[in-house]
T-cell receptor
Framework: QQQVKQSPQSLIVQKGGISIINCAYE??????FPWYQQFPGKGPALLIA?????SEKKEGRFTISFNKSAKQFSLHIMDSQPGDSATYFC??????????FGKGTTLSVSS | GAVVSQHPSWVICKSGTSVKIECRSL??????MFWYRQFPKQSLMLMAT?????????EQGVEKDKFLINHASLTLSTLTVTSAHPEDSSFYIC????????????FGPGTRLTVT
């Protein structure tokens, strides 16, 4: 019930392409779904987050799509750049509680 | 705004010694802080939830006597790894919740602990 399943484990995308990472959750009480970007040796940084009252949120090149009935959400990175090469984590929680993280996706953007 | 710092950023200690890691919210008050551990190429695993002025809540499998957590003020939480062993070597990351914003959590830069 507390798991957040993330796929794929790794992803290679050409520069300018679209990177898509998917997550699924089971706990219907979750009401906050953030995505974090992490570079080696650094703490995770919040990229974008969504609440279940909307189906999509866009910030610059990053878009979250949210499907409440399927209990799935995904991150789309448009026009992927080599600087986007990092590990991406989806997470979920209820307000005020600890975030439950997916296992992470290592993204490599080739130039 | 919403900056969380950790100190030290990296530490090497000998087996059997204790190490204290500080987590500070620099520009907001954090009623709740969370401590995570991350092994190489793995995800963040929650160790404990720390509420200001009360005892920390530990996740199953985390030894509370080994990982001592203190949250004495609204801007500072500390994690002390007691009697450290090589298997405690890991990346320790804290996050802090701004009590004015229910959902956002801000992560520190992490502390790399190596036990020799």
């Amino acid at each position: 019930q507390q798991q957040v399943k993330q796929s794929p484990q790794s992803l290679i995308v050409q520069k300018g392409g679209i990177s898509i990472i998917n997550c699924a959750y089971e706990n219907t009480a979750f009401d906050y779904f953030p995505w974090y970007q992490q570079f080696p040796g650094k703490g995770p940084a919040l990229l974008i987050a969504i609440r279940p009252d909307v189906s999509e949120k866009k910030e610059g090149r990053f878009t979250i799509s949210f499907n409440k009935s399927a209990k799935q959400f995904s991150l789309h990175i448009m026009d992927s750049q080599p600087g986007d090469s990092a590990t991406y984590f989806c997470a979920a929680n209820q307000a005020g509680t600890a975030l439950i993280f997916g296992k992470g996706t290592t993204l490599s953007v080739s130039s | 705004g919403a900056v969380v710092s950790q100190h030290p950023s990296w530490v090497i200690c000998k087996s059997g010694t204790s190490v204290k890691i500080e987590c500070r919210s620099l520009d907001f008050q954090a009623t709740t802080m969370f401590w995570y551990r991350q092994f190489p190429k793995q995800s963040l695993m929650l160790m404990a939830t720390s509420n200001e002025g009360s005892k920390a809540t530990y996740e199953q499998g985390v030894e509370k006597d080994k990982f001592l957590i203190n949250h004495a003020s609204l801007t500072l939480s500390t994690l002390t790894v007691t009697s450290a062993h090589p298997e405690d070597s890991s990346f320790y990351i804290c996050s802090a919740r701004d009590y004015r914003v229910s959902y956002e959590q801000y992560f520190g830069p992490g502390t790399r602990l190596t036990v020799t």
